[in-house]
């Protein structure tokens, strides 16, 4: 690595749908996930180099009963000291960590770490936000986000940092859910004015941006594509070991093709994740074995850009990809985790600056927010606790089985009745 590379942010992103599983979603031991460096250390320096920022995202992180009735402080704080316990272990010359924020929402959450003694003592302007997406703005499906400011050392506004972990509409065939998903994502994840600006800010506005989740966009292979009849046969498992089979199928990636039509992540970009297998739908417990009800597809993913991309170019980024995988030894999920290594452009100085700089995007596009974001959130909350406690409630009567529960509850409602109607004449 060059001097000038030195100088250079290195940020470290991983995602994983845990698959609801709680407590139980993630190994003792993270190194696979949370230090890849350790992989990819002739990238960078002869000696090995710890990021100056983690980002770490989750979907399905807890029973759905229990996200939606707001019972995720325990798992999260859980997650929060299993992870800085892990990267502090695994860090290449033993760096300590801080926890710049954390956000959840459900079963969405994200967590961004920062070097003890760089990035995390030097950010400030720290904010948290999250907007649900599911029905009736419920939190199900949705985004969570979290900024924060890093002063430049020439005394200018320096430059603003914004990690959006989300959980988009499921189904292939839902690709339009997906899209209005995105784009509700835009209009309602608002952040506070940037410093020497008066109006509230969508997640592009922004010197640096990162949008990592379980984003649910799958493949639309063609029927005279000689793989489609074999799509949910072990036949294309096979196939999908093939690097250049992978790239072939990538044009068929619904979020590839929406993203080159303009429809969706305008500004941002991704490295080749057709260099690493389809991280879903795998069989609980297997290593490299798909579930075919499923096709199998790239669901989680990782796009970024940075304020020194040029919008004439969308393919071409100033940020450096270093690593871009999943992690095939976890099996308690139906996907993969997958884990990205960026090294950002240098910053320049912007003394003359009033506000930090921001993503550049065409002319095109003018993304805004929405003036009744704050009610629908409100809305989707409100849902979110009643169903939630209502289906704990259902659970609790049936000794952890809603079914269960929801049979006490007419069971005893029945008997109540009959007894109501038919008791004062048995007495």
């Known amino acids: 690595m060059s001097q000038a590379d030195s100088d250079r942010l290195l940020v470290q992103i991983a995602t994983y749908n845990t698959n609801l599983q709680g407590l139980q979603g993630l190994p003792q031991d993270l190194v696979d996930w949370l230090a890849p460096t350790l992989q990819v ?33 325990s798992v999260v704080e859980n997650r929060d000291r299993h992870i800085l316990s892990q990267i502090e272990t695994h860090a290449p010359n033993k760096e300590r960590y801080t926890l710049i924020a954390k956000e959840v ?116 292979i063609p029927p ?22 992978r790239e ?21 970009r991704e490295a080749e994740f057709w260099k690493f297998k389809c991280s879903y739908k795998y069989r609980l417990g297997g290593i490299d074995k798909y579930d075919y009800k499923r096709i199998p597809a790239w669901t989680d993913r990782v796009l970024f850009a940075t304020h020194t991309d040029s919008p004439d170019e969308p393919e071409r980024s100033n940020i450096e990809t270093l690593l871009y995988t999943s992690i095939p030894s976890y099996t308690s ?11 950002l452009p240098s910053s320049t100085p912007s003394t003359h600056l009033a506000s930090p700089p921001k993503i550049r995007l065409p002319p095109t596009f003018s993304p805004t927010t929405s003036p009744f974001s704050d009610t629908w959130r409100l809305v989707g909350r409100i849902l979110d606790r009643s169903l939630g406690l209502l289906w704990w409630l259902l659970r609790a009567l049936g000794v952890g089985s809603t079914a269960f529960g929801i049979f006490n509850v007419l069971l005893g409602t029945g008997l109540y009745t009959w007894w109501r109607i038919w008791g004062p004449s048995l007495m």
């Open 105 to 220: 929402n459900v079963g969405v959450a994200l967590l961004v770490y920062g070097l003890d003694d760089g990035i995390g003592r030097k950010v400030v302007d720290v904010q948290t936000q999250w907007t649900g997406c599911g029905p009736a703005a419920m939190g199900n499906k949705g985004a969570v986000g979290v900024r924060f400011r890093v002063p430049g050392e020439d005394g200018s506004p320096g430059e603003v940092f914004t990690f959006v972990c989300a959980h988009l509409t499921a189904h292939g065939y839902k690709l339009q859910q997906r899209i209005d998903d995105y784009d509700y994502i835009v209009r309602s994840l608002v952040f506070p004015p940037l410093p020497g600006e008066q109006e509230l800010c969508t997640i592009y506005s922004t010197s640096h941006l990162f949008f990592l989740g379980d984003l649910n966009f799958r493949l639309d």
């Open 248 to 268: 072939e199928l990538r044009n068929f990636d619904q979020l590839t093709v929406e993203k080159r039509k303009g429809t969706i992540f305008v500004g941002l």
């Open 224 to 245: 005279s594509h000689p793989l489609s009849a074999l799509c949910k046969r072990p036949e294309f498992g096979e196939a999908l070991s093939s690097e250049e089979t």
């Open 333 to 343: 999920s139906d996907h993969k985790p997958v884990v990205c290594l960026l090294l």
């Open 41 to 73: 250390s002739s990238f960078l320096s002869r000696e090995r180099r710890p990021p100056d920022i983690i980002a770490v995202g989750f979907q399905e992180l807890l029973p759905l009963h229990l996200g939606f009735a707001g019972l995720s402080k």
